[in-house]
């Protein structure tokens, strides 16, 4: 019979490396995962998966988006059929901008 070997896998991060990402970490913040990945010799991905793991990283505020001002594309739409002769439902791909063209288009054809 043949015995099975157990294989015993070494940690990725040392007590030492844990403790000196925390400290560091708590001193530098996001902002100094680069230098904290030096010191410890792991790239940054690493490092932040290692702090998420240990329950103290802090993600960083994304900023906002923008929404711009204007009608929203189904509104766009609802005017396009109102102006135009044919069905719309086949322009729901069609940017924001060239529905406002269209729209503009109808809207000077049917004044004249």
Known sequence: MA???TATKSPNYTEDMVQTAISMYQDL???GL???AEAVGKNV????????REGIYVASEKPATRKIDGPTKKELLIQLEAVS?????GFMG???SALTQLIGHFSIE???
């Open 3 to 5: 015995e099975t070997a």
């Open 29 to 31: 913040g996001n902002e």
């Open 34 to 36: 680069d230098a904290i």
């Open 45 to 52: 991905r690493s490092v932040r998966s290692k702090l998420v």
């Open 85 to 89: 002769p044919f069905e719309v439902n």
């Open 94 to 96: 069609a940017t924001k």
């Open 110 to 112: 049917n004044a004249d």
